[in-house]
T-cell receptor, first 113, second 114 residues
Framework: GEDVEQSLFLSVREGDSSVINCTYT??????LYWYKQEPGAGLQLLTY?????DMKQDQRLTVLLNKKDKHLSLRIADTQTGDSAIYFC?????????????FGQGTTLQVKP | NAGVTQTPKFRILKIGQSMTLQCAQD?????MYWYRQDPGMGLKLIYY???????DKGEVPNGYNVSRSTTEYFPLRLELAAPSQTSVYFC?????????????FGPGTRLTVL
């Protein structure tokens, strides 16, 4: 079945770049998403990429998609302490018309001052 | 718009008790979802609904029930609570499932079963 895998933890220093990686299994996914969860809150959509794109840039965020390897990454430039959160990768289930998403386990990003 | 709201924020249940987790959205979204989040496990889909009167099982439906009598509300019922149901529960909604599907999440309900 569909599965999304992420590493669980990443620690960086303020001002450095952060790269969070994700692998997915459903090659028919139309969109892939990155959600951010701050402590004690629900998830919020951070950015997304359409499956026919290789890269998408949005201010400090860069999303890279390698469809051949089913690998997605999120790069945060100039990481700030406010970026400390859990980041979830999610894929849409390509064969479904229910809007269901499969989420990874989440990567906890710790930003040290 | 309030978005997606959930009540209560926290709850402690004893084994065998029942409760209903409330979820409401004011965005006129057809699609609604219930997830549970366990540490290091990501989000698992419990139930979802594609419109009023239509519900279906997700990945982990056992021990739960849902109803969707209106577009706005999507309550999740726990019957005979068990310690394995200790988790954080999130409700989400989306406008349409076709291609781009941003799900909007509520703040969550933290449930402990002792």
């Amino acid at each position: 079945g569909e599965d999304v895998e992420q590493s669980l933890f990443l620690s960086v220093r303020e001002g450095d770049s952060s790269v969070i990686n994700c692998t997915y299994t459903d090659s028919s996914s139309t969109y892939l998403y990155w959600y951010k969860q701050e402590p004690g809150a629900g998830l919020q959509l951070l950015t997304y990429i359409f499956s026919n794109m290789d890269m998408k840039q949005d201010q400090r965020l860069t999303v890279l998609l390698n469809k051949k390897d089913k690998h997605l990454s999120l790069r945060i430039a100039d990481t700030q302490t406010g970026d400390s959160a859990i980041y979830f990768c999610a894929e849409s289930i390509g064969s479904s018309n229910t809007g269901k998403l499969i989420f990874g386990q989440g990567t906890t990003l710790q930003v040290k001052p | 718009n309030a978005g997606v709201t959930q009540t209560p924020k926290f709850r402690i249940l004893k084994i065998g008790q029942s409760m209903t987790l409330q979820c409401a959205q004011d965005m006129n979204h057809n699609y609604m979802y219930w997830y549970r989040q366990d540490p290091g496990m990501g989000l698992k889909l419990i139930y979802y609904s594609v419109g009023a009167g239509i519900t279906d099982k997700g990945e982990v439906p056992n021990g739960y029930n849902v109803s969707r009598s209106t577009t706005e509300y999507f309550p999740l019922r726990l019957e005979l609570a068990a310690p394995s149901q200790t988790s954080v529960y999130f409700c989400a909604s989306s406008y349409s499932p076709s291609s781009y599907n941003e799900q909007f999440f509520g703040p969550g309900t933290r449930l402990t079963v002792l």
